[in-house]
C-alpha cells in the first residue's frame, strides 16, 4: 500500500571565555564569508536543531549552498569514514558521530573550511515553563568533544586538511547566553565576525527553528483532524530526535506508514491551546496538573528535554482518541531512557491504546524480526483500531476541536 500523503516526515534542507575549537590554519578563516564551506554532522539534536543552525550561518553571510550536511548515518559511512577514529562510548548514536566526520573531512567535491559540531547543552522545548529544565543527555552533549580525540590521536586531521573545527558549548533553552557563547566558540573560525552581528543572527536562528516547528505541528494538527474526519487511526513515534535518522531509527515508522497509517512524531505534537484545553481540562480541573503542558503527575524529574517530551507525548496519545497505536523507539544501552520504559507504557496502555517497543537499537536491522513485529501491528490496528477509536472518544470531554460538529 502506497504511503499516504498526510505523514510527517521530516528533513534537512539547508536552502533556507573563548572555546579550544578553532585548530586548524588560519587560512580557512580569512576567506570571505560568501566562500567558506561549513560541514555539520547529521547527528544527535541537530535532528530537531538544524533549522536553528541553517538560519543562523545564512545570516551571518554564508550562502545556503555552502552549507554540508553529512549523510544519513549508515554502516558504509563507518566503515569507510571512521574506521580507526573510534572512541570509547557505550551509546551507540555517539560512536556513529566518527564516520559523519570522516565523511566531511574527506569529502574532496566540496571541501569543507569549517567543521561545525556545537556542543547543545540544553534545547527549547514547548514543555519549557511547565517543568524543571529542558537539559540535552550529557553523553550526547559532550559527543563532538569525545569524538574530535578520534581525529588527532595520531595526528591532526583537521588541521592536514585546512579545516577549522568548531564546537561551543550553546545553551539553546536560555536564549539571552546564545550569541555570546556562539561568538566565542565562531570568532576565530570566521574573519570579522563580531558580538553584534552574532546576536542578530542568533535571533534569526531562533526564528526559523521557531517557524519549522510552527508548520510541523500545524501539519500534525492536519492530520489528526484527517484522521478524525474519517474516523482513522494515526501511529505515534515516542522517540529521541535522532531515531528520524534512517541508520539510527531504521525507519521502523516507514514501514509502518507504508501499510497506509499516518504517522507522528512527540517532537512536533500540535500544542494549540484548544487542543490542550479539551484533552488535558478534567485533569487540571481534579488538581492533578497545572496546565496541559504539566507532567508532573507522571514525571516530577523533569530536567531533561528529550525525556520531558517523550512522557507528555505518552500523555497526549493516552487521551488523543485517533491516535490508536504507539511505537517506542529506543538505542542500545540509553541510560536515560531505562527509567522511562515502564511509566511510557503503563501510561499509553491504560488508555487502551496499543503499545510497540523496539529497545536497544544498533547498528544491525534484524529485517526478518522487524518485518514480522510490523506485520503484527499492522495486523492489531486493522482488528482493534475501530474500537479504541471508539472507547477514547466516549470517554473524551464534549466538542473536539479536531471536529466541526460533534453528534
Not at 162 to 174: C, H, M, N, T
Not at 383 to 400: F, R, T, V, W
Amino acid at each position: 500500500m502506497k504511503a499516504p500523503s498526510g505523514s510527517l516526515r521530516l528533513r534537512f534542507s539547508p536552502a533556507r571565555g573563548r572555546t579550544p575549537a578553532a585548530i586548524a590554519p588560519v587560512h580557512a578563516a580569512a576567506k570571505p564569508r560568501g566562500e567558506l564551506r561549513v560541514g555539520i554532522p547529521r547527528v544527535l539534536n541537530l535532528w530537531s536543531t538544524h533549522q536553528f543552525w541553517i538560519g543562523f550561518l545564512n545570516a551571518l553571510g554564508i550562502d545556503g549552498r555552502h552549507i554540508e550536511f553529512s549523510s544519513d548515518t549508515s554502516e558504509e559511512q563507518a566503515r569507510e569514514f571512521g574506521k580507526g577514529r573510534g572512541t570509547v562510548d557505550c551509546c551507540y548514536p555517539v560512536k556513529c558521530i566518527s564516520g559523519h566526520y570522516g565523511e566531511l573531512v574527506a569529502n574532496r567535491k566540496r571541501k569543507i573550511d569549517i567543521l561545525f559540531s556545537p556542543m547543545v547543552y540544553s534545547l527549547p522545548s514547548y514543555l519549557d515553563g511547565h517543568v524543571v529544565a529542558s537539559l540535552t543527555c550529557p553523553r550526547v552533549m559532550a559527543a563532538p568533544e569525545n569524538i574530535k580525540a578520534g581525529f588527532l590521536k595520531e595526528k591532526d586531521v583537521f588541521a592536514e586538511h585546512g579545516i577549522r573545527y568548531a564546537a561551543p558549548l550553546v545553551s539553546l533553552a536560555d536564549a539571552p547566553l546564545v550569541p555570546k557563547q556562539l561568538y566565542e566558540g565562531l570568532r576565530d573560525a570566521i574573519a570579522g565576525l563580531t558580538f553584534e552581528e552574532t546576536k542578530k543572527a542568533t535571533r534569526a536562528g531562533f526564528d526559523a527553528l521557531e517557524a519549522f516547528n510552527r508548520a510541523a505541528r500545524a501539519r500534525s494538527r492536519a492530520i489528526l483532524e484527517q484522521c478524525a474526519r474519517e474516523s482513522k487511526p494515526a501511529l505515534l513515534v515516542v522517540a529521541r530526535p535522532y531515531h528520524m535518522d534512517p541508520g539510527i531509527g531504521h525507519e521502523i515508522e516507514t514501514d509502518l506508514q507504508a501499510y497506509g497509517y499516518p504517522v507522528l512524531w512527540t517532537q512536533y505534537l500540535p500544542t494549540d491551546a484548544d487542543l490542550l484545553e479539551w484533552m488535558f481540562r478534567p485533569d487540571i480541573e481534579a488538581g492533578h496538573i497545572q496546565s496541559g503542558l504539566d507532567i508532573a503527575d507522571v514525571w516530577p524529574s523533569s530536567y531533561s528535554a528529550n525525556t520531558n517530551e517523550i512522557l507528555w507525548g505518552a500523555k497526549f496519545a493516552a487521551r488523543m482518541p485517533w491516535i490508536a497505536c504507539v511505537v517506542r523507539l529506543s538505542s542500545y544501552e540509553c541510560g536515560m531512557d531505562q527509567p522511562t520504559y515502564s511509566p511510557v507504557q503503563q501510561i499509553v496502555e491504560r488508555s487502551g491504546t496499543l503499545f510497540f517497543s523496539f529497545q536497544d537499537l544498533d547498528s544491525t536491522k534484524p529485517a526478518g524480526s522487524v518485518k514480522i513485529r510490523v506485520e503484527t501491528i499492522a495486523h492489531y490496528l486493522q482488528k482493534y483500531s475501530a474500537q479504541i477509536i471508539a472507547k477514547k472518544l466516549a470517554a473524551s470531554p464534549q466538542l473536539c476541536p479536531l471536529i466541526a460538529h460533534r453528534e
